[in-house]
């Protein structure tokens, strides 16, 4: 069986959180692969360092106390369903990224401000789960395209 392939890089970085993870060009079966066994701690700091978000805020959007956070720091590992939380915010955060052309700290400023278009509820909060994520992305498309949000 053929392995699936993202047909444009950039989009499959936006996508996945390969570009702010640092997963490289892996296809969207290798990333299941390895959120499923769970990704290494290192990748959270790695998106807290490229992202600029702190990893208190990180670890508030994965759902994992303050505690638990700090275990999985000296087990070295994420759980597979935190790392799927994960992938979905670098996600998140690479399509912010890509609407402010670039501008990371932008994107993140975006992020945490309250949104009209969403209720008054800041983006990140709404990362929380998949149907706020969700939101979120429809509002970064009608954004890029101009449709009055």
Same mark, same amino acid.
């Given at each position: 069986? *053929?392995?699936? +392939? =993202?047909?444009?890089?950039?989009? &499959?970085?936006?996508?996945?959180?390969?570009?702010? %993870?640092?997963?490289?060009?892996?296809?969207?079966? &290798? /990333?299941?692969?390895?959120?499923?066994?769970?990704?290494?701690?290192?990748?959270?700091?790695?998106?807290?360092?490229?992202?600029?978000? *702190?990893? $208190?805020?990180?670890?508030? /959007?994965?759902?994992?106390? $303050?505690?638990? =956070?700090?275990?999985?720091? *000296?087990?070295? *590992?994420?759980?597979?369903?935190?790392?799927?939380?994960?992938?979905?915010? &670098?996600?998140?955060?690479?399509?912010?990224?890509?609407?402010?052309?670039?501008?990371?700290?932008?994107?993140? $400023?975006?992020?945490?401000?309250?949104?009209?278009? %969403?209720?008054?509820?800041?983006?990140?909060?709404? &990362?929380?789960?998949? +149907?706020?994520?969700?939101?979120?992305?429809? %509002?970064?498309?009608?954004?890029? =395209?101009?449709?009055?949000?």
């Amino acid at each position: 069986m *053929a392995r699936m +392939q =993202f047909t444009h890089p950039d989009s &499959a970085r936006a996508k996945n959180g390969n570009g702010s %993870l640092g997963l490289g060009g892996r296809d969207v079966l &290798a /990333v299941m692969r390895v959120v499923k066994s769970g990704l290494p701690f290192a990748k959270a700091a790695r998106f807290a360092a490229a992202s600029g978000l *702190a990893l $208190t805020e990180i670890a508030e /959007v994965l759902r994992i106390p $303050t505690r638990t =956070f700090a275990r999985r720091k *000296a087990r070295g *590992a994420l759980t597979d369903l935190e790392s799927e939380r994960l992938v979905r915010l &670098a996600g998140l955060f690479d399509k912010t990224v890509a609407l402010f052309e670039g501008d990371a700290g932008a994107a993140v $400023t975006w992020l945490r401000r309250p949104a009209k278009a %969403l209720g008054n509820r800041r983006p990140l909060d709404l &990362a929380k789960t998949e +149907q706020g994520a969700r939101a979120v992305e429809d %509002l970064i498309g009608r954004l890029e =395209f101009g449709v009055y949000s």
